[in-house]
């Protein structure tokens, strides 16, 4: 009969999860967007245009010894000031479209009108900074993870984090960008900054180590949270990470402990699969093939439940559920290492069965 293959779940980027959880942010800062500007959002550049146009330098015409302006030069300089006007009245149509957008959720559409905004007003003290950071923010939520992080370092540089928080941003973004190692040292420079959240920075650094490939560090730095009063609002994905740190460790018995915690909590399909193949290692079948049928009963509807959950219960001597399994699969199309697979073992199995039968 063929191995069963050990498959383990994918990366946590594949869960549901610890989808959810990765990009926790993008949640808490839509709540929070508010762009902190006047009403008239454009006055700043319209003073200072108008005050550079009325004090240039006038052309004069010497008219038997009276200085007059030309009405040349007045026409341009009244044609600058209205296009100084139409600047404005745009930058405010702008700034009210923007602000529907981000009340609707459509972050992509707002960054162009805040971005033109930015080109105008960046060097405003209150309202530079206020741009900054809300397209900081809309950049991270939008997934411009690069631009997210050059504008947290313009935050940081300028001294307009006070508490943290665009540090965290920027150690998201890097997460995101998969720049482990510094995003682990920006989550921990968060910390130092004053940001108050510990719980949700240390498993977003344990989330760092497991992306990077380091699950002791992934296993203890989730274990270290788990025992803290800061894991326990964040303690369905630190069991979750710890688990699959375990699994892929091989400590396939200690896995089990955090699994148990998960599915209490969250019975969701694909941890009664990531537990059936912990116990599938461990060669208790019995229970193996109790959490693949649990996880297809949950939805968790892959080819690789179904294979798995086949040779689990050919193990555990269920051979009628076996053979029905492996029927189910030779018949898919979405996984052909498993379907192949499947169809070997059906055509040994029949092949064995007439050869006994003879």
């Not at 762009?35 to 052309?59: C, G, H, N």
């Not at 008219?63 to 405010?92: C, F, K, P, W, Y």
């Not at 989330?207 to 369905?236: C, I, K, Q, R, T």
Request: aromatic share 10%; glycine share 6%.
């Amino acid at each position: 009969m063929a191995q069963q293959e050990k498959e383990t779940a994918g990366a946590p980027s594949n869960n549901p999860l610890a989808v959810a959880y990765r990009h926790w942010g993008k949640k808490l800062i839509a709540a929070v967007i508010v762009i902190a500007m006047v009403a008239s959002v454009a006055s700043y550049y319209f003073q200072t245009r108008t005050d550079e146009i009325l004090s240039a330098p006038a052309e004069v015409e010497n008219d038997g010894g009276t200085v007059t302006v030309s009405d040349v030069n007045a026409r341009e300089r009244m044609e600058a000031i209205g296009s100084a006007v139409d600047l404005q009245d745009a930058l405010n149509a702008d700034y009210q479209n923007a602000m529907a957008l981000i009340e609707e959720g459509e972050y992509a559409q707002a960054v162009p009108m805040l971005e033109e905004l930015y080109t105008y007003l960046s060097e405003d003290e209150s309202v530079g900074m206020s741009l900054r950071m809300t397209l900081a923010e809309l950049y991270y939520l939008t997934d411009a993870y690069n631009d997210c992080h050059n504008m947290c370092c313009d935050i940081i540089d300028r001294g307009e984090d006070t508490g943290g928080t665009y540090t965290l941003l920027d150690g998201l973004a890097l997460m995101n960008s998969e720049d482990y190692e510094r995003s682990i040292t920006m989550l921990e420079k968060a910390l130092e900054a004053g940001y108050s959240d510990e719980g949700t920075v240390r498993s977003q650094i344990m989330l760092d180590y497991y992306y990077m490939g380091d699950y002791d560090a992934a296993a203890e730095a989730g274990e270290a949270l788990l025992g803290s009063e800061a894991g326990d609002e964040v303690a369905n994905v630190v069991h979750y990470i710890v688990a699959m740190s375990l699994l892929q460790q091989g400590s396939y018995q200690a896995s089990l402990e955090h699994f148990d915690a998960l599915i209490e909590a969250l019975p969701d399909g694909e941890y009664y699969y990531d537990r059936g193949v912990a116990e599938m290692a461990l060669e208790d079948y019995e229970s193996a093939a109790a959490d693949y049928l649990a996880a297809l009963d949950a939805g968790y509807d892959t080819t690789a439940c179904w294979y798995n959950y086949a040779i689990s219960a050919y193990m555990n001597a269920d051979y009628e559920a076996a053979v029905e399994a492996f029927q189910t699969v030779a018949g898919r199309d979405d996984d052909m290492t498993y379907v192949t697979a499947a169809q070997e073992i059906l055509d040994e199995l029949t092949a064995a069965a007439e050869t006994a039968a003879e």
